[in-house]
């Protein structure tokens, strides 16, 4: 959720706080006793039971650059300033982590980033990448938007005339120039050349990840389910990728600080931001249950701090780091729980805090990854991948 969601008006309302703090929307009960959500969350209310809210989520910062980074990697950003830009001193995001520590060939990327790149006039915004792993364990970026009746990844396209036979023609052809080239191997750009044809021609050649994009296979009805709208629709994607083997899917719902509402907060939330998420995220639920696949899938949603317990003179809410929440199913999570108690007006968590260090741990546990892995640094230093501890 890019620009941080606000959790009093969604999953930590309260209700018996003063008006400046609990705002306009009233909780409603949900599939499990004693649990409220947001009005304007009934289908997300309806199934309760499958996920679990973490209340105290934390940390130090009130920047989006900085915060982004720390929750897309579990770690903070190495030597970060307010709006610092990315970097490749930065730490890898999660599917780039995965790519470095088991690496795959078959044509399958370790993870796909869509619908949009979060990047805002010269502001690009940390977390989306290897970082300094490089651009070889980078994550695909799509970006377009699924629910434009022509959308389509060029990339994943076949030009007019060309099929597999003739591209594995051309692939031979491609070699023999590769051939010819040795004198530059050294270079540190045709080595990643040479790295991107191969990746490219097996993507290429997998009608697997190929249809995974190709939306219109999927029946009226169900992308009806999801909603007509890029929220649904991006998670209908991110449903299909998975199920084609992506094993790292990161879904931004909506433009870059799309959840940044300083102002008229709540007429935001109520008509354009919150129906759409609560369409989209309860269908994909549905489906990854349907599927059996929600017993080894986890599924997140969070952005990157919550927003200030007092409402600001705009009718908004400005950023706060120390109290938000997050939400997850699947892959083990037991449903129907809250972890952790906010005070009184949501400002600080009144049990245990859960830092991004924390989700990044949780995240490398459910992929494999041994909690004291290394990775190197550019200045080749073994660095710990993550430091924090699974929640």
């Known amino acids: 959720l890019t620009g941080a969601a606000s959790h009093h008006d969604t999953f930590d309302m309260k209700p018996d706080a003063p008006a400046e703090i609990r705002g306009e929307f009233k909780p409603v009960s949900t599939s499990v006793a004693g ?4 009005e304007h969350l009934p289908q997300l209310a309806a199934r309760a039971d499958r996920y679990a809210i973490v209340r105290t989520l934390s940390h130090s910062d009130n920047n989006h650059l900085m915060s982004t980074h720390h929750v897309l990697t579990g770690e903070k950003q190495p030597g970060g300033f307010f709006d610092k830009v990315a970097s490749r001193d930065d730490w890898p995001s999660y599917s780039s982590a995965l ?6 060939r078959d044509g399958i990327p370790s993870g796909v980033n869509l619908p949009t790149f979060l990047l805002q006039g010269p502001l690009t915004w940390p977390g989306q990448h290897a970082g300094f792993l490089g651009t070889n364990f980078d994550p695909w970026q799509i ?11 060029d990339a994943l396209t076949l030009s007019t005339g060309i099929d597999v036979a003739r591209l594995s023609r051309r692939q031979e052809l491609l070699g023999e120039v590769n051939r010819q080239q ?8 045709s080595r990643r050349l040479s790295s991107d044809q191969d990746l490219a021609f097996s993507i290429l050649t997998s009608s697997r990840l190929a249809q995974a994009f190709e939306l219109n296979r999927e029946d009226n009805a169900v992308r009806d389910r999801y909603g007509r709208h ?6 209908l994607l991110a449903r299909r990728l998975i199920q084609s083997g992506v094993p790292v899917v990161q879904a931004n719902i909506g433009r870059v600080q799309n959840w940044d509402s300083h102002g008229k ?22 489906d990854l249950a349907d599927e059996g696949r929600l017993d080894d899938t986890l599924v997140m949603m969070l952005g990157e701090f919550g927003r200030t317990p007092k409402i600001n003179k705009g009718a908004g809410r400005d950023h706060w ?9 699947g892959a083990g999570v037991q449903g129907g729980q809250v972890i952790g108690k906010s005070d009184a007006t949501a400002a600080y968590p009144a049990t245990r805090a859960y830092s991004p260090n924390d989700v990044g741990a949780t995240v490398y546990h459910l992929l494999g990854i041994p909690g004291d892995a290394e990775v190197h640094d550019r200045l080749n230093r073994p660095v710990r991948l993550n430091r924090g501890t699974v929640i």
């Open 35 to 38: 649990l409220h959500v947001c």
């Open 99 to 104: 790519s470095f520590l088991q690496p795959r």
């Open 143 to 153: 970006s377009d938007d699924p629910n434009k009746a022509d959308f389509k990844v």
């Open 182 to 189: 040795r004198r530059l191997g050294e270079v540190a750009q």
């Open 230 to 235: 890029t929220t649904g629709q991006s998670l």
């Open 265 to 286: 907060i709540f007429p935001r939330l109520k008509d354009k931001l919150l129906p759409p998420l609560d369409q989209g995220v309860s269908a994909l639920l549905d």
């Open 321 to 329: 780091g120390p109290c938000f929440f997050g939400l997850f199913a």
